[in-house]
């Protein structure tokens, strides 16, 4: 089924917003095996619509954007008169639009009825966080869908498209996937060259970011999915942390209320962002209640009496002042385990020997201390970001 | 001068990756008065290229990406090729090609040899950082660009081509802006209509995030644009926090370098992600040594003798507790200005009286402590964004 997506607005040829629409559209519909074959960005303009739609051969198209209640909004009564199917007003949906200001306290003008304006037979698709609904439908065996520019209305609308294609075109793909820490997409390709051969009824996928990587697995067949899946996991096992829906830090806040374990933090290169990382998880309370950011030597010796003699010997980023940090700060608090990481996040601050950044890490547990040592690339914000995906990992790996 | 911008690549049509090059782009031609009309995402196909080549009608034509050594980069000799015009391998270019493969040691493959290839009168783009050069021709009355997928490497063409449009097409426009904080949008293009009207010679246009936006101003007239900002700046100095090219958190770094003043702080609901955003600035060391995450009462008491009288008749999430933090953490520290965040970032935790987003922050400064009370919109990660930026603002706005 070849695809379509065309994007309508003038801020995203301005560059005022990224269009991750596209994005999104595109990754679901490739987990049910559907290509996107090109994408337009066009402004709102009645012959740009029109000349795009004389362009298109393709059997899918679908538009985001341009379904709101202003003048300039014309994706709705535009792309239906070019198809040029029979319509109606669904008074339902009026009503609710109605409804809608009614409860927002704001006067509806005239405009927000052509909201309500649907071609015969298709299928709406209700928009619970604003005005503008969706729409699927057919016309000269192609099937158009409109769908409203913000994101947040949109995905819900996704999904019911989704649903109805995989229905529709009888799709029997299932979906699934892991995430992974720990491993890099340019070495997890190389290893696996052999295990795609083995796998060829299955599609995998890397999405990489920084520090992480998911691994979409998308197959007709659900033995030959979960054989691959089953196989992939026994590779890669140490790597994989969590499913599609996981976060790092989801993972490790959840492994450690499972035990009753509370982890304090102490930081100085990563300068809270670690803590920050914990605590961006609701719930975090159960696990976390305190943490120190050590950035001077002066804050170490006061909060955690880091000896003057492994920093004048060692300096704060060796793994001997991460040793005393963890090991310190394990002492000084009721916490099961204290995790600790000082280092260089540049771009100044570096020498030969402790190059931009190197960061050292220690982790307490059971009062044993382990230290770590790690040079990451990229700049302050991507070494500050490894350094905080780096740390939570080890707190992922403790044997508890 | 109609433009388009055409990305090449299946990563962008499989939602890998965001087409974040298109926003560089246009951002970036809108500051020199060109309008982006539309842009494509294609596959790196030949018959696409033609066919999308074909349906083009604008006179500035932007390639981005293909440009690579792999079979599947074919962007350079598909468009040259498509326009017909006469070539020639550069053997400078060339011989820093094989120059950079002997430097990172890796042999040169023959497919190397194609990014050499120019057409004769062009202007060549350099790139430093990868092999890929971009390029700059010209044909039928038509001007195109060839830019490398990768930003790091488009970056600085992209300079390059804003140089040679603003002199080819003698443009004398001229570019800055400011930085606001503490107001939004809405507000803003309210307050703003009649400004514009006074105005109508330069082109003022906002672009919005979480909890800050910039007004970009170009005109052709240097003393209209100075006018302009003028008028700006005097309506809304209490919001503007500076240039395009600063950062919050930098701008409060520097105000308390220049001060030698020092700063710590003590949160809760954002759990470390205000000292994390301080300490994103490079030399914050010099205004930062420590910081405190007191996120369970337990620790608010150990930490700063939080009054248990005022954690039971006002709760952790009031402006009394607020002002306890900031408080004690002045008396117990050599720090010239302290700051607490306490606040709910749900989603859960709210009562009708404390609903999820409020945030209560308090800030001492020479003894004398303040406290102030918010309610933020948006999701746990946008409340606690919002709560950070509200911070660092308070601290940027002290008299000092």
């Known amino acids: 089924m070849k ?26 519909l490739n987990q049910i095996g559907i290509d996107v074959n090109r994408s337009f960005v066009i402004d709102d303009d009645k012959e740009e619509y029109y000349k795009i739609l004389d362009f298109i051969d393709e059997d899918l198209i679908i538009f985001t954007g341009g379904l709101g209640p202003t003048i300039d909004d014309i994706s709705r009564e535009t792309v239906i008169n070019y198809f040029g199917v029979e319509t109606y007003i669904n008074e339902e949906i009026l009503k609710g639009i109605k409804t809608y200001f009614d409860h927002i306290d704001v006067k509806m003008e005239n405009t927000n009825n052509k ?43 996704l999904d019911k498209l989704i649903e109805y294609l995989t229905e529709k075109l009888n799709i029997k793909l299932f979906s699934k996937g892991f995430k992974l820490v720990g491993t890099g997409e340019s070495t997890m390709e190389q290893s696996l060259s052999g295990f795609y051969q083995f796998h060829t009824n299955v599609n995998i996928a890397p999405y990489a970011s920084v520090g992480e990587i998911k691994y979409i697995f998308t197959s007709d067949n659900q033995s030959d999915l979960k054989c691959s899946m089953n196989e992939f996991r026994s590779f890669y096992k140490e790597y994989i942390y969590g499913d599609l829906e996981d976060t790092l830090e989801g993972v490790v806040v959840k492994k450690l209320a499972e035990n009753n374990l509370i982890i304090s933090i102490v930081e100085s290169c990563t300068g809270g962002l670690l803590a920050g990382a914990i605590t961006n ?8 209640n305190e943490s120190i950011v050590t950035y001077s030597n002066e804050a170490k010796i006061k909060y955690l009496d880091i000896s003057l003699d492994t920093l004048s010997k060692h300096g704060a980023v060796s793994e001997e002042c991460a040793f005393e ?13 204290t995790v600790s990481i000082t280092g260089i996040a540049g771009p100044t601050g570096g020498t030969e020997e402790k190059p931009v950044g190197l960061v050292c890490f220690g982790i ?31 707190v992922r790996k403790i044997n508890i």
């Open 115 to 157: 909201q309500a304006l649907f071609p015969k037979n298709s299928i709406i698709l209700e928009n619970k966080l604003g005005t503008a609904p969706g729409v699927i439908f057919k016309s000269k065996k192609k099937t158009i869908v409109l769908f409203p520019g913000p994101p947040h209305e949109m995905f819900p609308m």
């Open 325 to 337: 940090m963890a090991n310190n700060l394990y002492k000084k608090t009721d916490s099961d385990i």
């Open 3 to 28: 695809t379509v997506i065309v994007t309508v607005g003038k801020e995203v040829l301005t560059g005022k917003t990224i269009n991750t629409n596209l994005t999104s559209i595109a990754m679901r």
């Open 281 to 288: 998880v609701s719930g975090s309370s159960k696990v976390f």
């Open 364 to 394: 307490t547990y059971k009062n044993d201390t382990s230290t770590y040592k790690k040079i990451f690339n990229g700049n302050r914000e991507m070494i500050r970001r490894r350094a905080v995906i780096y740390a939570l990992n080890l």
